[in-house]
């Protein structure tokens, strides 16, 4: 770790005036940014921490019946506190280990946007949207690809809206080292049709599954998504653990079992 | 009943209650006053010239207090290697220096380049971002194949070629193995790799250096497993300090697996700046550094081939095998893919004909030496994966393909030099077959299939050798040094003894299990007995603790030392008890006159060779402590049979294991509990090596597996329970307490069973594949049944790099 200069605001204005300073940068649970700021892969002069800053922590519902989080939010906490939501508090649940639960944070995932993180299925399949001290962002135009979103320099993410889906699951095949998803499917079924968000495959991030959405709407059930091919393994990831075709093979795969899952 | 003491007792291990409420004392705990810190700066290329580093802006900065690089090394010896072969055509191998700090090239990533000694880690690691080195990069050495054409690239360009040594054993009998192998009715050919380890010890390496300037005396701190080993190697190799005036202390040694037996470069570093600068130094390494610095494990690319007559007997075995020993020599490396594994090649089995070629080759890796099993592991998985496809490939049961094999006559004289001394290969067998419930594997494979599963059973035996090793024959195979050791018993005038042994522990729970044959010994409380271990200051000459032999070797030299005592002790009876000498017995701590009901005390005997009023001091020396060395005159041979079960998931390739059931013979047991353990713990890193882990590199040297987010190690979550079985004990012929080892058969026996099972399940789901490499990721078993990613059919490509370079 390189030296750097910690502030911890306590109020939402404050945190927003200390980030609006160069090269000063938001600190979530630090579950990212810690291990590459100790590897010096990572630095900043001024970090703001937004542990204690109440207002953007805990879980309520809208008027429209949406799940509101707090971008501050712990991944236990939504595990433990999302209730109206399953298989999102089961999301949550199976983020990394008790540590990495007790201090990461929602906001801090979506920020990142990692190809293989969790909560990009889980937002982008929702149709959730990502809120800022300024504005709103739907997911579909907030992922940009891997490690790029619609956030501006020293935007905070404050608070993610997630309609409820009637029917939802999230299956995760993980990368047996790091226990990341090696491929990941977030389903989601409302009334006016189906999102499917697959994360951990592509070389571009989080990204929908169009044909398995068409399928689903009209039949869902994971017999529509054996009748499909699995999608192209063009801009797949290929690592260790998996080659392009491995993972391609393994959206189908993770889809079906959401699906079912989601019954 | 089962014993609460002595021999074959359980009792917990007394060390553990340091160990779980952190107390123990590693190396890092240790702090000298005065203490700087040294950073090492290490190469981010694989291979690549040096053209100059500049280390001026480093030494400027406030709170440095030196920047070392290979020009402060003159006169300081390279690291040297412990074993040297002797070629197919009677050379010696090649041997490349191995320097301290990187001269002139770096060979792998992570070779330090220079060192940097602070006030402070954080200071010294700023110093060495401010160090500016030139390299220019060169084609990295890493395709073992490749690495020994004319044209390759070389290592080190002194040496005629990356060839370390063309080794062939028996080389007599090669001839003969050709004709058998081109006579026999059938050859099942299997071409396989055994995969890169990095052995990831609990606690990463440590070294602190302190040099005494009243005395002119150093000392060294280190996460050693063999400290006398390492005060001989850098003393007398590197520095050229006497070990009258070196002392190396190995405290609580939080695992090792192998990799902390060597001489390693930060050792000699922290000792010698520590006299230079005359302060204190202390390196400890970062999880990373540990990645890439510490000796990995394995790595050999193999053609074997079995030849069977027309009724199955196995007639020859021929194998050749790319070993890879990295950029320079560790201290064992050369021993391990030659006599470690070339004498294993005969397995269980009474084939009459073996001829095993070795070629090690130099690379752009992090170098290669023992890692639990260390050579047999590798033997032991070639024979066992060609055995099990043979039985295929005739259509016949495995398990009696082995059986119709088995050496059945004991001592047997192989055809690889070593004798068996005792087996009983079928008793393990019929034991482990009775554990498995075999006739009832069918209906469990019918309920997996019922729920789209996959189902196998993979079985099969081991052998290895342990308790290494007999001096003058490990003289002539090129060791170095002797394998012997020794124990100093220092009886104290209460009674109580400390017993100095030159083997150190590095988790195995020898405070516990040494006692216990004492306690047996003497028939006194194991709590009056005191272990002392891993300072050469005070334990006597030790050769490390490896290779199963503590108990084997050290624990004979134990026995020996306190059979010393005894003798002595039984003469201070007799002399008190006006009886003769012959007459006394010792029995549950008291001394008796036969015949007569004159009785002493151990203590009343103790305290009179310390008070010695009542002595016979003319022909007797007063005091009571013994020192014995012990030199094996053989091996020890453990053996056994493994057999685990393993689901496949068809969709996703995911392989699981149901069940594992391993019967070993051990010979005696001192510790049944301690033995399960290690069973346990080489069970889980033999299933890591079979499923998990995997040390990869890309082909310009990079290290892709540099943590645990690439480097998979199993959980608990990933084993299942296991059932281990070590009643079919035939005593180990040669040493006295007839005990044969039991570190290292857990890792040796488990992947041939692993893959075994895992190919018996594709096969049942119609799915013929030869062979899959470890570790049998998900992607890899899918690849397999997709037809694209079995190999061992001889139509492998690319193989002779020592684990995937890239992707699956
Ligand atoms: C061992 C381990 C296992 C893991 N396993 C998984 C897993 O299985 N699945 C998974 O999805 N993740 C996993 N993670 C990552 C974990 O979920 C992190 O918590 C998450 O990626 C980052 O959240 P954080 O709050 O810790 O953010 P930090 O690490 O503090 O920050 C990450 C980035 O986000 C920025 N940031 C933080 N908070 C905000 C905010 N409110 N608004 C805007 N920017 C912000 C920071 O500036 C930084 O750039 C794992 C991590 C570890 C260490």
Same mark, same amino acid.
């Given at each position: ?33 810690? %291990? ?27 008027? &429209? ?32 280990? %008790? ?18 993180? @969790? ?32 956030l501006e320099e020293g935007e905070i993410i404050t608070e993610v809206k997630f309609p409820v889906p009637q029917k939802a699951a999230y299956e995760k095949f993980i990368q047996p080292a790091s226990r990341f998803p090696l491929v990941a499917v977030f389903v989601a079924k409302f ?50 653990? +998996? ?16 699906? =079912?899952?989601?019954? | ?9 359980? %009792? ?7 160990? *779980? ?44 207090? +030196? ?27 090649? /041997?490349? =220096? ?27 690691? &700023? ?26 690239? =070389? ?24 004709? !058998? ?8 050919? *299997? ?85 230079? *600068? ?20 394995? &790595? ?24 890879? $020993? ?64 043979? !039985? ?33 290969? &079928? ?139 005894? !003798? ?8 008190? $008890? ?45 005091? *009571? ?30 392989? /699981? ?37 995997? @040390? ?43 005990? =044969? ?68």
């Amino acid at each position: 770790m390189y030296n750097f200069e910690l502030v911890k605001p306590t109020t939402l204005q404050d945190a927003v005036a200390a980030l609006k300073d160069d090269d000063a940068q938001a600190l979530g649970g630090g579950q990212t940014l810690l %291990p590459t700021m100790k590897a010096r892969l990572a630095m900043s002069d001024k970090f703001v921490a937004l542990s204690g800053v109440a207002e953007i922590r805990g879980i309520c519902t809208d008027d &429209d019946g949406r799940i509101c989080i707090g971008g501050g939010t712990t991944h236990a906490d939504v595990a433990k506190g999302a209730t109206d939501y399953p298989a999102l508090a089961s999301t949550a649940a199976r983020i990394g280990d %008790p540590a990495v639960r007790n201090r990461g944070t929602i906001g801090g995932s979506l920020a990142n946007n990692d190809p293989s993180a @969790c909560y990009p299925a889980a937002a982008l399949a929702s149709n959730a949207t990502i809120c800022t001290p300024d504005r709103e962002i739907a997911a579909d135009a907030y992922f940009q690809g891997m490690f790029e979103t619609a956030l501006e320099e020293g935007e905070i993410i404050t608070e993610v809206k997630f309609p409820v889906p009637q029917k939802a699951a999230y299956e995760k095949f993980i990368q047996p080292a790091s226990r990341f998803p090696l491929v990941a499917v977030f389903v989601a079924k409302f009334s006016d049709g189906v999102r499917v968000a697959v994360t951990g495959a592509s070389s571009d991030g989080v990204f929908r599954w169009s044909e398995a959405e068409a399928a689903l709407s009209d039949n869902f059930s994971a017999e529509a998504i054996l009748g499909l091919s699995a999608p192209s393994s063009d801009g797949m990831i290929s690592d260790l653990h +998996g080659d392009a075709t491995y993972r391609a093979h393994l959206v189908k795969v993770m889809t079906a079992r959401a699906v =079912k899952a989601a019954i | 009943m089962p014993k609460d003491t002595g021999i074959g007792a359980s %009792p917990k291990r007394r060390e553990d209650v340091r160990f *779980l409420t952190g107390k123990g004392r590693y190396t890092d705990d240790i702090n000298v006053a005065g203490q700087a810190h040294v950073v090492f700066l290490r190469s981010d290329v694989a291979h690549g010239t040096i053209n100059g580093i500049d280390t001026a802006a480093a030494e400027a900065m406030e709170g440095v207090v +030196g920047v070392f690089t290979a020009m402060d090394f003159d006169g300081v010896g390279g690291i040297p290697c412990g074993w040297q072969i002797t070629d197919r055509e009677g050379n010696p191998m090649q /041997e490349p =220096k191995h320097p301290i700090l990187a001269e002139g090239k770096v060979r792998h990533v992570g070779d330090p380049i220079a060192a940097v000694v602070a006030e402070s880690v954080s200071i010294a690691r &700023d110093a060495c971002e401010a160090i500016e080195v030139d390299i220019t990069s060169l084609p990295a050495v890493m395709d073992m194949k490749k690495a020994v054409q004319a044209d390759a690239p =070389k290592v080190h360009d002194d040496l005629t070629s990356n060839l370390c040594y063309d080794w062939g054993f028996v080389e007599d009998n090669r001839q003969a193995v050709d004709d !058998a192998i081109k006579s026999a009715a059938h050859v099942t050919t *299997l071409e396989l790799v055994n995969n890169r380890l990095i052995a990831n010890p609990m606690e990463p390496r440590v070294a602190v250096g302190d040099y005494a300037r009243h005395d002119d005396s150093s000392t060294l701190y280190t996460t050693s497993q063999n400290p006398h080993v390492i005060r001989l190697l850098m003393g007398a190799f590197v520095l050229g300090i006497p070990e009258h005036k070196l002392r190396v202390v190995a405290p609580d040694v939080g695992g090792g697996f192998g990799t902390k037996i060597f001489h390693y470069a930060e050792e000699a570093f922290c000792t010698f700046a520590a006299k230079q *600068l005359e302060r204190p130094v202390k390196w400890t390494a970062s999880r990373s550094e540990a990645f890439m610095s510490d000796a990995h494990g394995r &790595d050999h690319v193999t053609k074997i081939e079995l030849a069977l007559d027309a009724d199955n007997n196995f007639t020859a075995v021929r194998t050749e095998t790319y070993a890879n $020993m990295g950029a320079y020599l560790s201290t064992f490396a050369p021993s391990v893919p030659t006599w470690l594994h070339g004498t294993l090649m005969a397995g269980n089995y009474k084939t009459p004909l073996v001829y095993v070629n070795v070629k090690a080759v130099f690379t752009n890796t992090v170098p290669v030496d023992a890692y639990r099993g260390a050579g047999r592991p590798e033997a032991t998985f070639q024979l066992e994966r060609v055995v099990d496809k043979a !039985a295929r490939e005739l259509g016949i049961d495995p398990v009696e393909l082995r059986r119709q094999n088995f050496i059945r006559e004991f001592p047997y004289q192989t055809p690889v030099a070593v004798e068996y001394d005792t087996g009983d290969y &079928d008793a393990t067998m019929d034991k482990l077959l009775e554990m498995i419930d075999r006739d009832g594997f069918e209906a469990r494979r019918k309920e997996s299939e019922s729920r789209g599963k996959l189902r196998g059973l993979g079985i099969n035996c081991y052998i290895e050798a342990c308790g290494i090793a007999p001096s003058k024959l490990v003289g002539q195979l090129g060791a170095r040094a002797g394998l012997y050791e020794s124990a100093t018993v220092r009886v104290n005038a209460t009674g109580g003894l400390v017993v100095m042994t030159g083997s150190h522990s590095h988790g195995q729970g020898h405070e516990t299990s040494f006692p216990q044959v004492i306690a047996d010994m003497i028939g006194i409380n194991e709590d009056q007995i005191e272990i002392v271990h891993g300072d050469t200051a005070n334990a006597p000459m030790g050769m490390g603790t490896y290779g199963s032999r503590s108990l084997a070797v050290g624990g004979s030299a134990m026995f020996r030392a306190t059979e010393k005592i005894i !003798a002595k002790a039984k003469k201070i009876a007799a002399h008190i $008890m006006e009886a003769s000498d012959e007459d006394i017995e010792l029995k549950d701590g008291k001394f008796t006159v036969a015949g007569t009901d004159k009785e002493l005390a151990w203590g009343d005997v103790t305290l009179a060779a310390y008070v010695p009023h009542n002595y016979p001091l003319e022909d007797l020396e007063p005091g *009571l402590e013994e020192t014995a060395f012990y030199d094996p005159n053989n091996f020890t041979y453990p053996a056994g049979a493994y057999a685990c079960e393993v689901e496949v998931d068809p969709e996703t390739g995911f392989v /699981e294991v149901l069940s594992f059931a391993a019967a070993d013979d051990f010979g005696n047991v001192v510790n049944p509990m301690i033995v399960e353990g290690q069973v346990h713990g080489g069970l889980a890193q033999g299933i890591g090596q079979a499923l998990f882990e995997n @040390c990869a590199y890309d082909e310009d040297g990079q290290l892709l597996s540099a943590s645990y987010m690439d480097y998979t190690m199993p959980r608990a979550k990933d084993l299942p329970m296991f059932q281990v079985d070590h009643s079919c004990a035939t005593p180990c012929t040669h040493n006295p307490l007839g005990v =044969k080892g039991c570190g290292e058969a857990g890792a040796i026996g488990s992947p041939p069973s692993i893959v075994n099972g895992v190919l018996d399940a594709l096969a049942s789901g119609g799915h013929d594949v030869g062979h899959i490499d470890m570790p049998l990721t998900p992607a890899k078993v899918w690849a397999a049944m997709q037809g694209t990613g079995g190999t061992g059919d001889g139509t492998a490509h690319a193989r002779s790099v020592g684990g995937p370079a890239k992707n699956v």
